[in-house]
């Protein structure tokens, strides 16, 4: 299985830049990496996708080394808003186990 | 587009009784997907669905949880009997199939058993 390994918590403050790396060693040749964010009661909500090296959207960057043994997750400028559950999953080509770990809480505070 | 659509929001049940989730996927997406979710936790996967067939169910508790897709759509969860430790959110997750085959999740539903 490719498990995840993320911090627990990161706080931040409003306009700051938030940073996450997850950590996936055994991620497999033809596996993607995606985040997704979750708000109390509601669904995990995609994020941002990637391969390799460097995803851009208009949400979220994500860079992912050469070896792609982990992935860090880039929010612009965070607003209050932006306080949420991120998870990092590896998704495997095709629909094989994927696990999700217990994800990052990210506290924004005014 | 829509999304993917689940119902009931929320359920209170007593234990021992029996509940049922239901789940719509995304138009199109052969790959349905049944998790739990208890508070503080990740997503946990129950059972995997390609079309009609459950291709892994490893961590559905086949004592009491059931699961069926029919006609490859719709899929339905059902506990029976229900008990205190079942308390948690069921969400429901559907994929195209096709790499890199995200997963689109649905509001989920809150269960509550007393």
């Known amino acids: 299985l490719a498990k995840t390994t993320q911090p627990i918590s990161m706080d931040s403050y409003e306009g700051q830049e938030v940073n996450i790396t997850c950590s996936h060693n055994?991620?497999?040749?033809?596996?993607?990496i995606t985040w997704y964010q979750q708000f109390p009661s509601q669904g995990p909500r995609f994020i941002i996708q990637?391969?390799?090296t460097k995803v851009t959207n208009e949400v979220a960057s994500l860079f992912i080394p050469a070896d792609r043994k982990s992935s860090t997750l880039s929010l612009p400028r965070v607003s209050l808003s932006d306080t949420a559950v991120y998870y990092c999953?590896?998704?495997?080509?095709?629909?094989?186990?994927?696990?999700f770990g217990d994800g990052t809480t990210l506290t924004v505070k005014p | 587009e829509a999304g993917v659509v689940q119902s009931p929001r929320y359920k209170i049940i007593e234990k021992k009784q029996p509940v049922a989730f239901w789940c719509n996927p995304i138009?199109?997406?052969?790959?349905l997907y049944w998790y739990r979710q208890n508070l503080g936790q990740g997503p946990e996967l129950l059972i995997r669905?390609?079309?009609?067939?459950?291709?892994?169910d490893s961590q559905l508790p086949k004592d009491r949880f059931s699961a069926e897709r029919l006609k490859g759509v719709d899929s339905t969860l059902k506990i029976q009997p229900a008990e205190l430790g079942d308390s948690a959110v069921y969400l429901c997750?559907?994929?195209?199939?096709?790499?890199?085959?995200?997963?689109?999740f649905g509001p989920g539903t809150r269960l509550t058993v007393l």
């Open positions: 055994n991620i497999a040749t033809n596996d993607y």
């Open positions: 999953l590896v998704e495997k080509a095709n629909a094989g186990k994927s696990t």
């Open positions: 138009s199109g997406h052969n790959t």
């Open positions: 990637g391969y390799k």
């Open positions: 997750a559907s994929s195209s199939g096709q790499p890199p085959d995200t997963q689109y």
């Open positions: 669905y390609e079309n009609e067939e459950a291709v892994d």
